[in-house]
């Protein structure tokens, strides 16, 4: 792929952002219809089972950000052999695993049941959800493998035409189901179907687009599958560091306080989700591509300013969408869900500053995933997971699900602050001191918007609605926009100056 013919990244962030925003409208949408349907408990279930279900994730091996990688760099450098070498390994691999999902669920829905102490009136729904999950979660690897290899193209455009498909479709299923009676079991029968249809869909996609797309089963090698695999290990720690810090968090108030309670830190951790979706569409999964294309050809020097400016975009995003999340979450979660779920109101705040931290360096994640050096940062990224658990077992019992948001930050906060900064910019080539630099001037900003909401008398405006909530939040988007704005004049003033001397 020539650097002049490479798709937008700004195209691809915004399709990114698109497909988000239709995902969190149906989920903000859903989700209390969903609770008015099946009750608390009955939203406990699914947060719960989801929850587990997407451990299934380390079973992928850290495949998938190896196909991102390689064939990115094997369509950049037009060596089709190797690139059908590598989808052809892939997928026997992805559809094998898929298999052992399925069988797993099956097996596993019994002794969840008792491990989980559900109650004698759910035990079918909990069972046949947990199937219907699991399903759809083994057929998942195959389809997820396909968008996979549109991504690692820099397709974004089309990948997410077929993603805000395939959630309208869902949203449209489940409020069908719902409506007809289905219960929990309805819900969890959309998302197989979804599955099925994602799949044909992204294989079209492939066809498609791709003369060189040679989905040949017989072209699959082992020493393909090793290298994958080789690459993938340090991908693997660190998915299991992110179910540690994540999917965990249910599994513990679960086992540890009750179900009902998973239902609440479900809310915030919903928003959280979205959070994370939002920074991750924009940054992400569209460098990674990218810093891969761009080692490969050589590009040292511009992938370098790619990566500072990327830190730079990244840091306004998510402490601009962070300090949002702070100052109006109260409000949001009493119009959204209702007061029964003001508990969840504590446990957001804290989520939002620590991943307001740590969203703000994801490029740094595109990076090392691009240029082979993640190893040592999915290390730092287990000790993060293992003393996230650890704590939150320690602090469940006590403080509920506040301590068990409690476990997640502290850990998180020490990992992106003391340790990935200086792992980054070593590896980019750039000092500490420029790399802060690209992330003080959001962070010092959020902090003083949060301040000026708390302690500085300020205008209201008249409602309770939607509106009035997001005619609230508009001043301190517009501040972030300019400041950034005037960051970008100040940084081009300089290169241009040096560029004249």
Not at 48 to 61: A, E, M, N, Q
Not at 423 to 450: D, E, F, K, N
Not at 451 to 471: C, E, K, M
């Amino acid at each position: 792929m020539n650097p002049e013919k490479r798709p937008s990244l700004l195209i691809n962030a915004l399709s990114n952002w698109a497909a988000l925003a239709v995902t969190v409208l149906v989920g903000l949408f859903l989700t209390p219809y969903i609770i008015s349907h099946i009750g608390k408990t009955g939203y406990g279930i699914w947060t719960l089972i989801t929850s587990i279900i997407g451990y299934y994730g380390i079973l992928d091996l850290g495949v998938t950000s190896a196909i991102t990688r390689y064939v990115a760099r094997y369509a950049g450098q037009k060596d089709y052999k190797s690139l059908s070498k590598t989808i052809s390994t892939s997928l026997v691999m992805f559809c094998v695993i898929g298999f052992i999902v399925v069988v797993a669920s099956f097996a596993l829905a019994g002794p969840m049941l008792s491990f989980f102490n559900v109650s004698t009136d759910q035990v079918e729904k909990f069972r046949q959800t947990v199937w219907l999950l699991g399903l759809a979660a083994g057929l998942g690897f195959p389809g997820n493998f396909f968008g996979a290899v549109i991504k690692a193209h820099e397709r974004f455009v089309a990948a997410n035409v077929v993603a805000i498909f395939v959630t309208l479709m869902r949203a449209s299923l489940i409020v069908l189901l719902l409506s007809r009676g289905i219960g929990l079991v309805g819900v969890a029968c959309s998302h197989l179907i979804t599955t099925v249809f994602m799949i044909i869909l992204n294989f079209a996609l492939c066809k498609l687009l791709f003369s060189h797309f040679e989905l040949q089963l017989g072209r699959a090698r082992w020493n393909v599958l090793r290298s994958l695999l080789a690459f993938g290990v340090s991908t693997t720690v660190l998915e299991m560091a992110n179910i540690m810090r994540f999917n965990l968090d249910s599994f513990v108030i679960g086992k540890w306080i009750n179900i009902p309670a998973v239902a609440v830190y479900g809310v915030a951790a919903l928003l959280i989700r979205f959070f994370m979706q939002f920074i991750g569409n924009g940054t992400v999964t569209v460098l990674t591509p990218r810093f891969a294309s761009m080692d490969g050809q050589g590009e040292r020097g511009q992938l370098q300013q790619l990566y500072l400016k990327s830190l730079s975009v990244a840091a306004f995003l998510s402490f601009g969408v962070g300090t949002l999340i702070i100052i109006l979450g109260r409000r949001f979660i009493v119009l959204w869900v209702g007061a029964d779920y003001l508990n969840a109101v504590p446990v957001l705040y804290v989520l939002a500053v620590a991943y307001s931290v740590a969203l703000a360096q994801t490029s740094g994640i595109s990076l090392v995933y691009a240029l082979k050096k993640h190893y040592l940062f999915a290390g730092a990224s287990v000790v993060e997971g293992i003393a996230n658990v650890a704590l939150s077992i320690y602090l469940a019992p006590r403080y509920g699900i506040l301590g068990v948001a409690i476990g997640t930050a502290v850990p998180m906060l020490v990992i992106k602050i003391l340790v990935q900064p200086i792992y980054v910019s070593r590896i980019i080539g750039i000092s500490l001191v420029r790399y802060w630099g690209q992330l003080a001037p959001a962070l010092t900003l959020a902090i003083g918007a949060i301040a000026v909401y708390r302690y500085v008398p300020q205008f209201t405006f008249p409602g309770n609605g939607y509106f009035s909530l997001a005619v609230s939040g508009f001043p301190y988007m517009v501040v972030f926009l300019l400041a950034y704005g005037l960051i970008q004049m100040i940084t081009k003033g300089k290169e241009v100056q040096e560029t004249t001397h």
